[in-house]
């Protein structure tokens, strides 16, 4: 089964406090999420993700320095960056396979109830990536 494909990136962001930002390109834009730790690479690992506010798809390159007063000031590096298809999605749960360099195969977030804050893990199911190849 092939799946459309979408882009995402994980920008490693210099900012007051250092955090990653994982952004999904989906519904037109980057769902975006602020990752206070590494985002995991191993199973087993689950990391807080606080979801921020949606980014402009052309964000998706940027690299460089968010000058000193404006939001996010502070350097940005890509970490990782290709593609990723979805396989579910609903309110509370977004599971997708990640094609990056460094980050690939099946990754889940969960919303904690009624919440902006949401977990990511890997799963460590390497079929589906298999399968898309
Ligand atoms: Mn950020």
Known sequence: MRYPRKRFVVQEHFASH???????EM?????????PKEVPRITKVKRLAVQVDDHDVNYIDF??????????????????????????RNEDKIKVVLLGEKLEGVYELIRLKDTRNWLIFAIGDRAHVVDSR
């Open 18 to 24: 250092h955090h990653y930002d994982f952004r999904l």
């Open 27 to 35: 519904d037109g834009v980057l769902k975006s999420w602020a990752i």
């Open 63 to 88: 690299e460089g320095e968010i000058v000193e007063g404006l939001y996010g000031a502070g350097t940005v590096r890509i970490f990782d960056s290709g593609s990723y298809y979805l396989l579910e």
